[in-house]
């Protein structure tokens, strides 16, 4: 299949069946608009922001205690104030649950560590109800801070709640976070209460915790109490019996919700903080118009409590949809082991990286996913043109595959797919509504089917309220508007099709660049790793005389080792799909590519390190999943 192919087409009663098409009918009954297809749509929603971002307030009827006085002061970035005046709180609207009753299962959660356990609707509210009460009874109020180091359990999502009930603000680490990680994030926003799991199995293995749990409450001088959940160590952890009731605490749109952090591959990870309304007007959107979750689905995304992807997951209930939540090493007993879940507990969309995906092709696999399963999400990575195939062989032409672009920074996808728009091989299917993404060329014009810095033109409700200790906004505006004033820098190149598709071809920051020709990251992976010898590699490009060095390292299946016959075949690979200029000056073999805990590869870090920044400066080595990889590449610089 060449790139372009169509591997799936909307059915023709889509917007009969679809939540989006409900909403077309909506905006034709209740504002006049009519709507031709999803470019007319799309090219709506970013022209006439206040009238999108209303429209999506009042279709999913937004439940404020004071009413806004306006949807958006002024568009301006960064700076921009949504909603000004309106008081509501995000915990209410995801335990609304729309659509299901007391005793439909809302939370299906499965794990390596003990036995799987299902909360109906009823079951969440009062868990989260006594969770509060016992928040509060330790002194937990509006504007405090809630840390969990904790995986991704019920109990984490049910303290992520009563802590936002409260209109305080949370924050958490996944337990395979080294002690140092954590503290570099959360001394930045000292948390009074710390909740931790003992410890936690993955795979076969068991992996205490309470030694790291102790090393943690010792650097944050700001705690006043740590609640330990007995995980590894199974008693049952109840929040205490009380009698009050479950009420939510009104603040300001952009009130603290919850800090995430950038990766913090250098430097210390940047305290994102989102707001209440922004993160909820934003997921209400992307849930139920792009991925079309409603009652009756199942929900399901392989995410860790340190990914951005667990806090949009956890959104779910808010438009209707049941969430499943897994815990444990995606690849034990084997690759089928997510696969055989969803089928087990009825998923209808399965979310996951395209690094998954991509390992689920190399190792041959041929899952069933179960009757249910209508749609296939991918992050975290750029899924090449051999990823979308694999989809379709193994699932079938009914399935759509989105594949999403966006970040911890906005807590969404702005680019993925929509009920409306075609499926084409290789390529993501559309810029999400709301979102105006753009291309720009170096002189910051945009442009269409080339190369460029993808830039986001407009405002939107879900990018950060700031950085937490930002006082004066400096940090801030320095990561995302450096570069073209105005308008928000991602990092990323993309191109935008005449179509409306995109492809994303790797962080602008890791761009290899060839006598002035500029090499994305992702299509060079796609035909290295296409070999069945290769099993993950790293490409960075050292600047210096005439062109550079273009060095390639790849880690070998098996006890293969590295000789001239691959190295040349190699080469030619490289040579026939690409171009003679991605052929790599040098080819080396190591033991491991150093990846981030949510599966990024650390460019970047590699990149300085061979250049001669020490390891600690070079990369923040608690946030890998790796961080013993360095060491190679430390040594090959020495050795150069």
């Known amino acids: 299949m060449s790139a372009g192919t169509v591997l799936w087409t909307p059915p023709a009663d889509v917007r009969d069946s679809s939540r989006i098409g409900d909403y077309l009918r909506w905006l034709r009954e209740h504002r006049g608009l009519d709507f ?8 709506w929603s970013v022209d006439d922001l206040p009238g999108f971002w209303r429209s999506i307030w009042d279709y999913f009827d937004v439940k404020a205690y004071d009413q806004p006085t306006a949807v958006l002061d002024e568009p301006v ?143 944050l001088p700001s705690l006043r109490h740590t609640i330990t959940l007995p995980y590894l160590h199974p008693q049952r952890h109840e929040w205490p019996e009380t009698d009050e009731e479950l009420t939510f605490e009104p603040v300001p749109f952009d009130h603290p919700l919850y800090v995430l952090y950038s990766s913090g591959t250098t430097g210390l990870p940047k305290p994102i903080v989102h707001g209440h309304g922004g993160i909820l007007v934003e997921h209400l959107k992307m849930l139920a118009l792009h991925h079309d979750l409603g009652p009756g689905d199942r929900f399901f995304w392989f995410t ?42 009825g998923v209808t969309y399965f979310g996951t990286s395209a690094p998954f995906l991509l390992a689920c092709r190399k190792a041959g696999l041929t899952p069933r996913a179960g009757a249910k399963l209508r749609a296939i999400g991918s992050t975290g990575a750029p899924l090449p043109p051999e990823g979308f ?41 559309c810029r999400c509504l709301g979102a105006r993404v753009e291309a720009y060329d170096p002189a910051g014009k945009p442009v269409t089917d080339q190369l460029g810095e993808l830039v986001i033109t407009a405002p939107m409700p879900s990018m950060p309220v700031g950085f937490w200790g930002d ?39 890791a761009t290899l660049n060839r006598g002035g020709v500029r090499l994305g990251t992702a299509e060079f992976y796609s035909v290295v790793e296409g070999l069945d010898e290769v099993v993950d590699s790293v490409v960075v490009h050292i600047d210096g005389e005439g062109q550079g060095e273009l060095l390639l390292f790849v880690v070998l299946a098996g006890d293969r ?37 949510s599966a990024k590869k650390l460019e970047v870090p590699v990149k300085r390190i061979l250049t001669g ?28």
């Open 36 to 43: 031709a297809g999803y470019a007319d749509l799309w090219q």
């Open 77 to 219: 970035m960064p700076g921009a104030r949504w909603f000004p005046g309106a008081t509501l709180n995000y915990a209410e609207h995801v335990l609304r649950m729309p659509g299901l009753g007391p005793d439909d299962p809302v939370v299906i959660a499965y794990s390596q560590t003990r036995e799987p356990v299902t909360l109906t609707k009823a079951q969440l509210r009062e868990q989260v109800r006594r969770a509060r009460a016992e928040l509060r009874r330790l002194g937990v109020g509006r504007g405090d801070r809630v840390a969990a180091y904790a995986p991704n359990i019920p109990e984490t999502y049910v303290l992520m709640l009563a802590t936002a009930s409260l209109g305080a603000t949370f924050s958490s680490c996944a337990p395979e976070f080294g002690t140092r990680s954590v503290v570099d994030r959360w001394q930045q926003i000292e948390p009074v209460v710390l909740v931790a799991v003992d410890g936690y199995r993955y795979g076969d293995k068991a992996i205490d915790r309470r030694a790291e749990v102790a090393a943690i409450q010792e650097a």
């Open 304 to 345: 860790t409590t340190g990914w951005m992807m667990w806090n949009f997951l956890v959104s779910g209930p808010a438009v209707g949809a049941a969430i499943v939540m897994f815990d444990g090493n995606p690849g034990h007993p084997d690759l089928g082991a997510l696969w055989r879940m969803a089928e087990e507990a």
């Open 389 to 429: 195939a694999w989809v379709y062989e193994v699932f079938g032409p009914d399935i759509q595959l989105q594949s999403l672009s966006g970040g911890t920074d906005v807590c969404t996808g702005f680019i993925g797919g929509a009920p409306l728009v075609p499926v084409y091989e290789g390529e993501l299917s």
């Open 471 to 509: 006082a004066d906004g400096s940090r801030y505006r320095e990561a995302y508007f450096d570069v073209f004033p105005g308008v928000w820098r991602h990092g990323d190149w993309i191109t935008i099709s005449e179509r409306g598709t995109c492809v994303i071809t790797g962080r602008s920051d």
């Open 561 to 597: 080792e590295l000789d001239d016959e691959l190295r040349g075949r190699i080469a030619r690979e490289l040579r026939t799909a690409l171009s003679p200029r991605h052929i790599p000056d040098e080819i080396h073999q190591v033991r491991a590519v150093p990846r981030t805990l």
């Open 613 to 640: 920044t020490p390891i600690q400066q070079a990369a923040a080595t608690g946030a890998l999943a790796n961080p013993e990889s360095l060491e190679e590449f430390r040594r090959f610089a020495r050795k150069h």
